[in-house]
């Protein structure tokens, strides 16, 4: 916890001052804590590190923030569209930080909650479930509505600047949320411009690719490239644009900025880096978000003045009308003759298969093995014999022990005989076959010579 040592107010506007008590630590991050203000249910604090570095800069924006809330900020029901600073925290006579609309987070999710389809089909057990049973439509919605979001920022003179995932929240009424305003780029009424000097490589425009962001003034396109990012991602099942895809090129596939810089993307025209397999294709959208798209991926990369404005994507999805595919499983945008997400679950169902088909078939695509000096013929047996039990191919068949030691005879049994060996045994067989009726005939004789010697005496 930030140590405050003296007490805390807020200035009001005839020049005297409120003072606040804080309440609980709500979340703590690199710059500040965030905590609550007691009896004031729908406002929360951001203290600032006394040791921040560049605290006093980030205090003079704060300050002119403060001075310059923007219009739409709040809408007429009460929905926060920004957390825009809204009064100066002074601590004996010194800034030390400012009060900002207090967002309900047991309904609200960072974007990638909703875009990405594994996170949005299996929510977190302390997160809200909402996302679970969302559809296409409402991505749509949320794409929508971060559109107007965008053009609040822009209307009053500010760039995102750090136009990232964790920055934009959805509600479960799919309205959206832009938090950390703080480190937006903004530009005060004496004309100023407070740098924005942070940002995410997959969401930042090429133009920005090798500048010092903490030196290098940002424009409203850079935004615009990243809006239709984070829109092509609601739509397109998480996929992003410059990072999933099956690559063309020559050499390894580039980072996002350096595919952004080249206008390559999945689904551009005489793009490198084509759909992914397991990815719905842009081909499905209606043909007026296809031709954004383009101009914020392709005629954008090289000219950023062509990408589309907020305003410009917001008519384009309100004007998308949603209904189901041909099987009625899926939602596909009206009249769209191939839906997607079948194609998909298809191509898994056909990959499941090749995966568990008979091994014989998978045996063919495996690479010969090294020359060894084994005979060729005895691995080849051993590899389909390994592979017609059953075993995966390679591993050795277990020994198998006798049910009985092995004894002297049986050893002598198991040894394989000779040529001689068996000579031998047949010239044992004729002495037998002779010398056997041959002893018995000598024996007969000796008893009657004995018979007839008795019988004269």
């Known amino acids: 916890m930030t140590p405050l040592t003296g007490e805390l107010s807020v200035p009001r506007d005839d020049g005297d001052s409120v003072p606040i008590v804080l309440g609980p630590v709500l979340a703590k991050a690199g710059e500040g804590t965030i905590r609550m203000i007691e009896g004031r249910p729908g406002s929360v604090a951001k203290i600032f590190h006394p040791n921040l570095e560049g605290l006093p800069q980030k205090l003079e924006k704060v300050a002119a923030m403060v001075t310059s809330r923007p ?14 600073p809204t009064e100066m925290i002074r601590q004996n006579d010194a800034a030390v930080g400012y009060v900002m609309p207090r967002i309900d987070t047991t309904n ?37 509505n971060l559109c107007v979001a965008v053009d609040v920022v822009h209307q009053a003179d500010a760039v995102v600047g750090d136009f990232q995932e964790r920055n934009v929240l959805v509600s479960d009424t799919c309205r959206v949320t832009l938090v950390d305003c703080d480190s937006m780029q903004f530009t005060d009424p004496a004309g100023q411009v407070h740098l924005c000097a942070v940002g995410r490589p997959d969401f930042s425009a090429p133009e920005l690719l090798g500048q010092d962001l903490s030196t290098h003034a940002r424009s409203r396109e850079s935004d615009l490239f990243a809006l239709a990012v ?11 644009p410059f990072l999933r895809g099956t690559w063309l090129g020559t050499a390894e596939q580039p980072g996002p900025m350096t595919l952004a810089k080249s206008g390559d993307w999945a689904g551009g025209r005489n793009s490198r880096l084509q759909t992914h397999p397991l990815a719905p294709p842009v081909d499905f959208l209606p043909e007026e978000l296809r031709a954004l798209f383009a101009c914020a991926f392709t005629s954008g990369a090289t000219d950023p003045a062509t990408r589309p404005t907020a305003s410009q994507w917001h008519a384009a999805l309100l004007g998308v009308d949603v209904g189901d595919c041909f099987q009625g499983v899926h939602q596909v945008p009206t009249g769209t003759r191939t839906c997607p997400w079948c194609a998909i679950e298809l191509e898994r169902s056909r990959r499941r298969k090749a995966r568990i088909s008979p091994v014989p078939q998978t045996l063919a695509a495996v690479p010969a093995p090294a020359a060894r000096t084994t005979k060729p013929a005895a ?51 004729l002495f037998l076959f002779i010398a056997v009726p041959s002893g018995i005939g000598v024996l007969i004789l000796v008893i009657f010579v004995i018979i007839e010697v008795v019988q004269h005496i």
């Open 379 to 429: 691995i080849t047996g051993q590899v389909a014999a390994s592979a017609a039990d059953g075993r995966p191919v390679g591993t050795r068949p277990a020994k198998v022990r006798p049910p009985f030691r092995a004894t002297g005879s049986t050893r002598r049994a198991a040894k394989p005989m000779s040529t001689s060996d068996d000579v031998g045994r047949s010239l044992y067989q």
């Open 71 to 84: 219009t739409g900020a709040t809408q007429a029901d009460g929905f926060t569209v920004l957390t825009w």
């Open 230 to 240: 984070h829109i092509y991602l609601l739509l397109l099942a998480g996929n992003h």
């Open 108 to 144: 609200a999710v960072e974007i990638h909650a909703l875009s990405n389809p594994f996170n949005r089909s299996n929510p977190l057990a302390h997160s809200p479930q909402w996302p679970a049973r969302a559809n296409w439509k409402h991505l749509v919605t949320a794409a929508a």
